[in-house]
């Protein structure tokens, strides 16, 4: 690798870094903000209003790979590089500015925060949308023949590592500010009173704040950079494309590898990237009730081991083949996926797996009164029995069944024998001690469940064990992410490059992937079973699987530029 393509790789992949650091910084404070700007919803509302705030991100990337992937085919990549940095890093400064719900509802325009976050977030969508494409194909393009898949993998670490760089802020922020500012004591709308860390009132803002001198940095790298080789010679001889949307999609010839390359590709990797980062978190924090600490902790810990495999296997790429690393990625993931989670939960919170097992919940209701509990605009009220019903144990990780009973029947929730009947006044307070008493842990008195004090509270057999388990997720999310940007540069010519792979690639991320933490939570929530939620990935893992064995030719020894 020459002094040049290092410093090619370096720009691309320390500016993309800074980018998806101030994306990730939501994913990892989902929770918080969502108390911040959805406090006028009830809290299993919240919960969903929030992942799905956090999804706008990804459902808007398409149409940035749009508009921003036909101006990297027209104008080039550099100046394309300079607009989405901008765009992405100003927005994320702006969330650390934004006023709450609370603070606005003062002046009876509380509206106006979850509005200006959802905005936000879009932004940040759109500028994502325009920056992966560039980067995969600035490096691709300046890579020797049969060495693209390990110099673009340079280019997937920046994901992972721009969600380490934010869990390391977030863990240094939280740590200094909860340790140097008194918490504080908050009344609730039904008179009761809830204990908040100095982290949680206002220190979450100091990570979207810090990202302005990412942002300056960011942009003087990019300054640094050069036109594509590739892309000064194709302007030079006048054969760039003058329409590439309607080039890239308009035409059969073309529109049908951006079709296949997301059905055969970018959306099983889109899965088992989500599932192994961000759902793996959130099931630690929301499903097993890990503090949001260590469960940072945890997953940092796995980012940090496994981060190797993207150089690992886009390598390994250049030798055998883009397409057996992916699709078998995706196969392995969707066959071991069940026992992974299913481990996970036994050694994260061992009092909660036992529980699960060992104590019998049901719900007796009229299965037609019970509605699927998915909420995308925060503002509808589950309160038929079956749901208040349902709701309650989602909300404490318990695993029940339903049984249907006839039309009228009130509905009951059976703990361990004991029914409880949901018209009864005292009906939470009741089975939630009578869960304890059948064995669930306390949330606030578990001292099964992983707990760690500092970073490198990590040497227990109980935490290497959580961290090993979220290795392998991550490692699967390396075989599925490491040649893919190589595999999506060599399907499509250079006048219609960057448009081309940026569409099916955002698609799958941002649509597929995007939406996953949402769905799987509403799909727990619905069914009573924990890991019912997996079954998302796991089927469009197997369906890429397929299509990309029957119609996704390889790749690795193709001239980009011929």
């Known amino acids: 690798m020459t002094a040049g393509e290092k410093k090619v790789i370096l720009a691309s992949s320390l500016g993309t870094v800074f980018e998806w650091y101030d994306f990730y910084l939501y994913g990892s404070l989902a929770a918080i903000i969502g108390a911040q700007f959805f406090s006028a919803y009830p809290e299993a509302t919240r919960n969903i209003f929030a992942l799905l705030a956090f999804a706008a991100g990804f459902l808007v990337r398409p149409f940035g790979a749009l508009v921003f ?78 060495r693209r898949g390990f110099y673009t993998a340079f280019i997937q670490t920046t994901a992972t590592l721009g969600l380490l760089l934010s869990l390391i802020i977030i863990l240094s922020t939280q740590g200094y500010v909860n340790s140097a500012y008194p918490a504080t004591t908050v009344t609730n709308a039904d008179g009761s009173t809830t204990t908040l860390t100095a982290f949680q009132v206002w220190g979450w803002r100091i990570p979207f704040l810090v990202s302005v001198v990412l942002l300056a940095i960011s942009v003087w790298i990019r300054l640094q950079m050069q036109e594509s080789p590739a892309f000064q010679k194709m302007k030079a001889e006048g054969t760039h494309s003058k329409a590439p949307l309607s080039e890239a999609f308009g035409q059969w010839k073309n529109a049908k590898w951006a079709l296949l390359a997301l059905l055969g590709l970018t959306a099983g990797q889109a899965v088992v990237w989500y599932t192994g980062q961000f759902y793996a978190l959130f099931f630690l924090q929301s499903i ?142 009741a089975v939630t001690a009578a869960l304890t008493e059948a064995g669930y842990p306390a949330a606030a008195s578990n001292p099964t469940v992983i707990k760690a004090s500092n970073p490198l509270d990590v040497f227990t057999g109980q935490k290497l064990a959580v961290i090993g388990i979220l290795t392998i997720l991550v490692l699967y999310v390396t075989m599925v992410y490491g040649p893919i940007a190589a595999a999506l540069v060599e399907l499509f010519p250079t006048r219609i490059r960057y448009t081309s792979m940026s569409l099916p690639y955002h698609i799958g991320n941002g649509w597929f992937g995007g939406l996953l933490p949402a769905t799987a939570f509403a799909m727990v929530a619905q069914t009573g079973d924990i890991y019912f939620g997996l079954w998302y990935p796991i089927a469009i893992a197997l369906f890429t699987f397929v299509v990309g064995l029957i119609f996704i030719p390889e790749t690795k020894d193709r001239d980009i530029l011929a």
């Open 69 to 146: 992937g036909r101006l990297g085919d027209m104008v080039g990549r550099k100046y394309t590089f300079l607009v989405t940095i901008l765009i992405m890093g100003i927005s994320t400064f702006a969330v650390g500015l934004l006023p709450s719900y609370t603070t606005l509802a003062a002046y009876n325009v509380g509206w106006i925060a979850p509005v200006t976050l959802l905005a936000l977030r879009m932004l940040q969508g759109l500028a994502l949308g325009g920056e992966y494409g560039g980067a995969a194909v600035y490096v691709a393009e300046h890579a020797p023949q049969g």
């Open 288 to 429: 097993l009730k890990v503090d949001q600490f260590t469960a940072n902790v945890m997953i940092a810990w796995s980012l940090i081991l496994a981060t190797g495999g993207f150089l690992f296997f886009g390598s390994l790429s250049d030798r055998i083949g883009r397409k057996p690393i992916i699709l078998g990625g995706c196969l392995i993931a969707a066959l071991t996926y069940f026992p992974l989670f299913n481990l996970l939960t036994a050694n994260a919170n061992p009092a909660l797996h036992a529980a699960q097992a060992s104590v019998p919940v049901v719900v007796k209701t009229n299965t037609d009164d019970c509605s699927f509990q998915f909420n995308p605009v925060g503002t509808a009220k589950f309160t038929k029995e079956c749901d208040v019903a349902k709701a309650l144990l989602a909300r404490s990780a318990v695993a029940y069944d339903t049984e249907n009973q006839p039309a009228g029947t009130p509905t009951v929730v059976s703990v361990s024998g004991k029914d409880f009947p949901v018209a009864d006044p005292n009906f939470s307070k």
